[in-house]
């Protein structure tokens, strides 16, 4: 049995530097708060699958929920540059 192998060189070269860049490690620290609530709701959610639903249970999914929308919230704000504050002027 004969085995085959590739006798042509990659057509795309790999870089020689595989680490991340600067602004690539930004990017992911930016998003790191919003990537941690969707891991909590995904707990929150799983956590479900093996008992039945209640009142308790409903509460942390709604606030898992809403650390999810205020982390989406909070990335898109510094994304556009804007300042934002909790606080209700």
């Known amino acids: ?45 799983i956590v479900l699958l093996h008992q039945p639903p209640t009142q308790i249970h409903s509460r942390r999914i709604r606030r898992a929920h809403r650390r999810v929308l205020a982390a989406r919230r909070d990335a898109a704000v510094r994304a556009a540059g804007i300042e934002a504050s909790g606080d209700a002027a």
């Open 1 to 45: 049995m004969k085995s085959i192998v590739a006798r042509h060189t990659g057509v795309t070269p790999l870089p020689v530097d595989l680490e991340p860049t600067d602004a690539e490690l930004d990017a992911i620290e930016a998003e790191m708060p919003v990537v941690l609530a969707e891991v909590e709701l995904l707990d929150t959610l």
